[in-house]
């Protein structure tokens, strides 16, 4: 167990739906990062939190959004969900300067399998 | 901003073998920290190795160890005796930290197969 929980594991929906994906970061993390990765593809960086605050912005579509709770948990919502965004979503948590990220790099959590019909 | 290249999308080798998986990336910035992810196909995301930009020593860990260029901004990865566990997607990442967080860039992944 990495320390950082996502829910849920697997998600099957139709074309133009919503969701949402969850994240709770490793204890002590203020910063959650979120991660699409498509089907063989590399890593996207989507959006960061830290504290509550919305900090870095990737290639992350207007239909999605996040936010981050007072509780440092992060949820990512998917709204009118398309074939394409079938994906694995990825959240990860970090500290700023901590001696951990230095050595690990950021900590994953397992990711969502998001697949859209 | 960084950008990671990795110019392999996918290499084969043949198991007890030596590779090397390549990547390049491009910044501006002196201080800041490499990373080598492994991606089985369970999909987790499971850290390989490290390098501190700082360290002219290139890092090891067992059978795996990197051949850091900072001039050349060039951070390859050699698996040396290859197992057949080590197959899965590589990824070459870069972080830099600052003061809200640590940023992490991710090259597109090298598949790499282990042939028996």
């Known amino acids: 167990d990495s320390g950082v929980t996502q829910t849920p594991k697997h998600l099957i929906t139709a074309t133009g739906q919503r969701v949402t994906l969850r994240c709770s970061p490793r204890?002590?993390?203020?910063?959650v990062y979120w991660y699409q990765q498509s089907l063989d593809q590399g890593l996207q960086f989507l959006i960061q939190y830290y504290n509550g605050e919305e900090r870095a912005k990737g290639n992350i579509l207007e239909r999605f959004s996040a936010q981050q709770f007072p509780d440092l948990h992060s949820e990512l919502n998917l709204s009118s969900l398309e074939l394409g965004d079938s994906a694995l979503y990825f959240c990860?948590?970090?500290?700023?300067?901590?001696?951990?990220?230095?050595?690990?790099?950021?900590?994953f959590g397992s990711g969502t399998r998001l697949t859209v019909v | 901003a960084q950008t990671v290249t990795q110019s392999q999308p996918e290499m084969s080798v043949q198991e007890a073998e030596t590779v090397t998986l390549s990547c390049t990336y491009d910044?501006?910035?002196?201080?800041?920290?490499l990373f080598w992810y492994k991606q089985p196909p369970s999909r987790q995301m499971i850290l390989v190795i490290r390098?501190?930009?700082?360290?002219?020593q290139n890092a090891t860990e067992n059978r795996f160890s990197v051949n850091f260029q900072k001039a050349a901004k060039s951070f390859s990865l050699k698996i040396s005796d290859s197992q057949l566990g080590d197959t899965a997607m590589y990824f070459c990442?870069?972080?830099?930290?600052?003061?809200?967080?640590?940023?992490?860039?991710f090259g597109g992944g090298t598949r790499l197969m282990v042939k028996p």
């Open positions: 390098q501190e930009a700082y360290k002219q």
């Open positions: 910044t501006s910035e002196n201080n800041y920290y």
């Open positions: 204890s002590g993390d203020l910063s």
């Open positions: 990442a870069f972080m830099k930290q600052y003061n809200a967080g640590n940023m992490l860039t």
């Open positions: 990860a948590s970090s500290s700023p300067l901590s001696t951990w990220d230095r050595l690990y790099g950021y900590t």
